[in-house]
T-cell receptor
Framework: QKEVEQNSGPLSVPEGAIASLNCTYSDRVSQSFFWYRQYSGKSPELIMSIYSNGDKEDGRFTAQLNKASQYVSLLIRDSQPSDSATYLCAVIRIAGGTSYGKLTFGQGTILTVHP | ETGVTQTPRHLVMGMTNKKSLKCEQH?????MYWYKQSAKKPLELMFV???????ENNSVPSRFSPECPNSSHLFLHLHTLQPEDSALYLC?????????????FGPGTRLLVL
């Protein structure tokens, strides 16, 4: 089983629609969850982080975390063509000692928003 | 522009060459990281340094040798690489204090090993 698994995609949505990106993780003691966006040929940039169960909203983006189901998602409302990118889910697991920085990434989901 | 710079941006090297990748951060962070991103594989953590001390080596082959002379600079020394080492190598930095902090990535070095 992959440590962090994302819906394989690619995902294509029309402009203005809601894009839903999903991620599951295998380690129950994971504690911090991040969504990064990576444009083609560019490096990842953080768009959302979430640490507690429930929803976290930031503009058009909503992250949802369910630790019991080991599931984290990202919703993008009113999708724009500029949202077209690869979205990476990342998780920090507690692996003994200091846990900071030990990000484990999923394989990414390619999102295309068409006009 | 994230405040993390990497040089060179592109590198082509033969299997017998020795080269180094350089990363510099201007954010006052204490932790720096090397990641490898290969086609069709997840972004993979290689090394973690905090306050110049290596705190993580994710089973990386010895042909990759990191060096962190201070909290602002990080190097990755490469020697006798294999074609399968061709990838995008990303450097990142963060405060180095909690598991909730953001990592800021540099633009990456795209490496091709012939």
């Amino acid at each position: 089983q992959k440590e962090v698994e994302q819906n394989s995609g690619p995902l294509s949505v029309p402009e203005g629609a809601i894009a839903s990106l999903n991620c599951t993780y295998s380690d129950r003691v994971s504690q911090s969850f991040f969504w990064y966006r990576q444009y083609s040929g560019k490096s990842p940039e953080l768009i959302m982080s979430i640490y507690s169960n429930g929803d976290k909203e930031d503009g058009r983006f909503t992250a949802q975390l369910n630790k019991a189901s080991q599931y984290v998602s990202l919703l993008i409302r009113d999708s724009q063509p500029s949202d077209s990118a690869t979205y990476l889910c990342a998780v920090i697991r507690i692996a003994g000692g200091t846990s900071y920085g030990k990000l484990t990434f999923g394989q990414g989901t390619i999102l295309t928003v068409h006009p | 522009e994230t405040g993390v710079t990497q040089t060179p941006r592109h590198l082509v090297m033969g299997m017998t060459n020795k080269k180094s990748l350089k990363c510099e951060q201007h954010l006052g962070h204490n932790a720096m990281y090397w990641y490898k991103q290969s086609a069709k594989k997840p972004l993979e953590l290689m090394f973690v340094y905090n306050f110049k001390e290596q705190t993580e080596n994710n089973s990386v082959p010895s042909r990759f040798s990191p060096e962190c002379p201070n909290s602002s600079h990080l190097f990755l020394h490469l020697h006798t690489l294999q074609p399968e080492d061709s990838a995008l190598y990303l450097c990142a930095s963060s405060q180095g204090e909690t598991s909730q902090e953001t990592q800021y990535f540099g633009p990456g070095t795209r490496l091709l090993v012939l």
